[in-house]
């Protein structure tokens, strides 16, 4: 009697149990056709995915194999044709889970993977993402839709940028993997530097490397405002670059102009605020500004609360640090919220 009602009462736990597995179809060829082999290091130490729900029914999402053989053999699907290089895919995060409400939820999708091009020497990294992504109840109940969806959207995202991104230089050991992040955080000269080079910096790598563009000088306007960077009789505006230095302060390009960069114990960081951030319309009410890091088009030629002297005066905006392994910015949780 007790082992039927056993069965009866887990028969009825599985009934109201739903699976979504992760759908990794979407195409991740590679048009250089660069990669000779793929390895997936999971290094997540929880293998499952998470759980959200669907009305009253739980949805656990999975992937239909393993995280490790599934994104492989997605790989070696949609590239066939073999090249030189070996590229390795460190999973480090993958959880979705939901916030229950009291009449809503919001289903929240946790990712963080990493690349790596494995030469002779170790490992060298490539890409990064760190992505947290939510989706409201009140939007879709398929949760569990959603947000499968999206982990397959930023995989493929990683994917195709990491096959046009260059490897860094530094290298880790296989052993050292999971700490790559602070190893490869100790070489990066900016970080370290006690003074800063003077002129301009195409991306975040070379800004974090403290390796200006050869040639440039910088040009300001009668009220102090770089506008241009300026070798022979190339002249680029200022907006192009990812940051610059300026007689002896570095400023990051943001879409409403630039600000200072500043530096503390835990990485290098801006003081702005969402609106500087993420301008929500211009007067014709068109979007700008919703890029998450880097240089946004459309920059207006204009400065936010540029100061001269070692420090920013009269600053309301809360330090966001920028990502040294994607140029990103690292928004606080509460950013932009009222208190």
């Given at each position: 009697?007790?082992?039927?009602?056993?069965?009866l009462?887990?028969?009825?736990?599985?009934?109201?149990?739903?699976?979504?597995?992760?759908?990794?179809?979407?195409?991740?060829?590679?048009?250089?056709?660069?990669?000779?082999?793929?390895?997936?290091?999971?290094?997540?130490?929880?293998?499952?995915?998470?759980?959200v729900?669907?009305?009253?029914d739980?949805?656990?999402?999975?992937f239909?194999?393993?995280?490790?053989?599934?994104?492989?053999?997605?790989?070696?699907?949609?590239?066939?044709?073999?090249?030189?290089?070996?590229?390795?895919?460190?999973?480090?995060?993958?959880?979705?889970?939901?916030?229950?409400?009291?009449?809503?939820?919001?289903?929240?999708?946790?990712?963080?993977?990493?690349?790596?091009?494995?030469?002779?020497?170790?490992?060298?990294?490539?890409?990064?993402?760190?992505?947290?992504?939510?989706?409201?109840?009140r939007?879709?109940?398929?949760?569990?839709?959603?947000?499968?969806?999206?982990?397959?959207?930023?995989?493929?995202?990683?994917?195709?940028?990491?096959?046009?991104?260059?490897?860094?230089?530094?290298?880790?050991?296989?052993?050292?993997?999971?700490?790559?992040?602070?190893?490869?955080?100790?070489?990066?000269?900016?970080?370290?530097?006690?003074?800063?080079?003077?002129?301009?910096?195409?991306?975040?790598?070379?800004?974090?490397?403290?390796?200006?563009?050869?040639?440039?000088?910088?040009?300001?306007?009668?009220?102090?405002?770089?506008?241009?960077?300026?070798?022979?009789?190339?002249?680029?505006?200022?907006?192009?670059?990812?940051?610059?230095?300026?007689?002896?302060?570095?400023?990051?390009?943001i879409?409403?102009?630039?600000?200072?960069?500043?530096?503390?114990?835990?990485?290098?960081?801006?003081?702005?605020?969402?609106?500087?951030?993420?301008?929500?319309?211009?007067?014709?009410?068109?979007?700008?500004?919703?890029?998450?890091?880097?240089?946004?088009?459309?920059?207006?030629?204009?400065?936010?609360d540029?100061?001269?002297?070692?420090?920013?005066?009269?600053?309301?905006?809360?330090?966001?640090?920028l990502?040294?392994?994607?140029?990103?910015?690292?928004?606080?949780?509460?950013?932009?919220?009222?208190?």
């Amino acid at each position: 009697m007790k082992k039927t009602l056993f069965f009866l009462l887990f028969s009825m736990v599985l009934l109201g149990q739903k699976i979504e597995t992760i759908d990794l179809s979407k195409s991740i060829k590679d048009n250089k056709n660069s990669i000779k082999s793929f390895t997936v290091i999971d290094q997540r130490a929880n293998q499952e995915v998470g759980m959200v729900m669907y009305h009253k029914d739980e949805v656990k999402i999975i992937f239909e194999n393993n995280a490790g053989k599934d994104i492989t053999d997605w790989f070696y699907k949609y590239n066939p044709v073999r090249g030189n290089d070996d590229m390795v895919l460190l999973l480090e995060r993958l959880n979705i889970s939901e916030d229950k409400k009291e009449k809503y939820s919001i289903g929240k999708l946790e990712l963080r993977a990493s690349t790596f091009i494995k030469k002779e020497d170790g490992y060298h990294f490539i890409d990064r993402k760190d992505t947290i992504a939510t989706v409201s109840s009140r939007i879709t109940p398929y949760l569990a839709q959603s947000l499968s969806r999206k982990a397959t959207l930023i995989l493929t995202d990683l994917f195709k940028e990491s096959y046009k991104g260059e490897p860094w230089e530094f290298s880790v050991s296989e052993s050292d993997l999971p700490s790559y992040g602070s190893l490869l955080k100790e070489k990066l000269s900016i970080l370290n530097a006690n003074e800063l080079k003077e002129g301009v910096y195409k991306d975040y790598y070379s800004f974090f490397t403290h390796n200006p563009e050869p040639g440039f000088t910088l040009q300001a306007n009668d009220k102090g405002v770089v506008t241009k960077a300026v070798k022979g009789e190339e002249k680029t505006g200022i907006r192009h670059f990812y940051a610059f230095v300026y007689k002896g302060i570095a400023y990051k390009n943001i879409p409403v102009g630039y600000t200072e960069i500043f530096k503390d114990e835990n990485g290098v960081f801006i003081e702005v605020t969402k609106a500087e951030l993420f301008p929500e319309t211009t007067a014709s009410g068109v979007t700008i500004g919703v890029a998450a890091g880097g240089l946004v088009g459309g920059v207006i030629g204009a400065v936010i609360d540029v100061s001269l002297s070692n420090k920013k005066k009269n600053t309301l905006g809360p330090k966001v640090y920028l990502d040294p392994f994607t140029g990103n910015y690292l928004l606080p949780e509460d950013f932009g919220k009222t208190k």
